[in-house]
T-cell receptor, first 112, second 112 residues
Framework: DVKVTQSSRYLVKRTGEKVFLECVQD?????MFWYRQDPGLGLRLIYF???????EKGDIPEGYSVSREKKERFSLILESASTNQTSMYLC???????????FGPGTRLLVL | LAKTTQPISMDSYEGQEVNITCSHN???????ITWYQQFPSQGPRFIIQ???TKVTNEVASLFIPADRKSSTLSLPRVSLSDTAVYYC?????????????FGTGTRLLVSP
């Protein structure tokens, strides 16, 4: 079974803090994604990566950055957290040549 | 950008068949149609995928008419545990992951 893990299920941070969300997958997938999910808005793509050190912007990259130094790990960084970044963050991975994404359990971030 | 439209919510009773229709009028020739299921506090998980006609697996069936402008997810004899949000998305990974738009999904509530 594919396993995608996220470093925290719940996180509380203060406005202006730098926040790191970590995602690790154990199936050697080339592609990894970060989404945020908000009530009434569904899942929105923030960033994705199709290889180590490669990244592409999704629909809502503003206020976020990412890092992919190793194939199995994809990090989402909030340089200076703001209250409008309070959300559920979901990481996913996808093997090359396939269309099915595998999701982690999510991190619920609250920015005060 | 292939956009999808689904009902916001649906109600059903245990043992009934549930059909959730998704509209995707501007689906492209190379796009696949994929459905995901999401339970509260979990990431989405893959249910079924198709390109045309009918696809069936142990969980659901997917009906796609010849023009491919819509698709219907069919859940036979639902149980309480099928209460979840169901997402339809269309996309072709070869033209960019930005096309894998999840949308807001359909919230299915199954009652006793």
């Amino acid at each position: 079974d594919v396993k995608v893990t996220q470093s925290s299920r719940y996180l509380v941070k203060r406005t202006g803090e730098k926040v790191f969300l970590e995602c690790v997958q154990d199936m050697d997938h080339e592609n990894m994604f970060w989404y945020r999910q908000d009530p009434g808005l569904g899942l929105r793509l923030i960033y994705f990566s199709y290889d180590v050190k490669m990244k592409e912007k999704g629909d809502i990259p503003e206020g976020y950055s990412v890092s992919r130094e190793k194939k199995e790990r994809f990090s989402l960084i909030l340089e200076s957290a703001s209250t409008n970044q309070t959300s559920m963050y979901l990481c996913a991975s996808l093997p090359s040549g396939k269309e099915t994404q595998y999701f982690g359990p999510g991190t619920r971030l609250l920015v005060l | 950008l292939a956009k999808t439209t689904q009902p916001i919510s649906m109600d059903s009773y245990e043992g009934q068949e549930v059909n959730i229709t998704c509209s995707h009028n501007n689906i492209a020739t190379n796009d696949y149609i994929t459905w995901y299921q999401q339970f509260p506090s979990q990431g989405p998980r893959f249910i079924i995928q198709g390109y045309k006609t009918k696809v069936t697996n142990e969980v659901a069936s997917l009906f796609i008419p010849a023009d491919r402008k819509s698709s219907t997810l069919s859940l036979p004899r639902v149980s309480l545990s099928d209460t979840a949000v169901y997402y339809c998305l269309v996309g072709d990974r070869n033209t960019g992951f930005q096309k894998l738009v999840f949308g807001t999904g359909t919230r299915l509530l199954v009652s006793p």
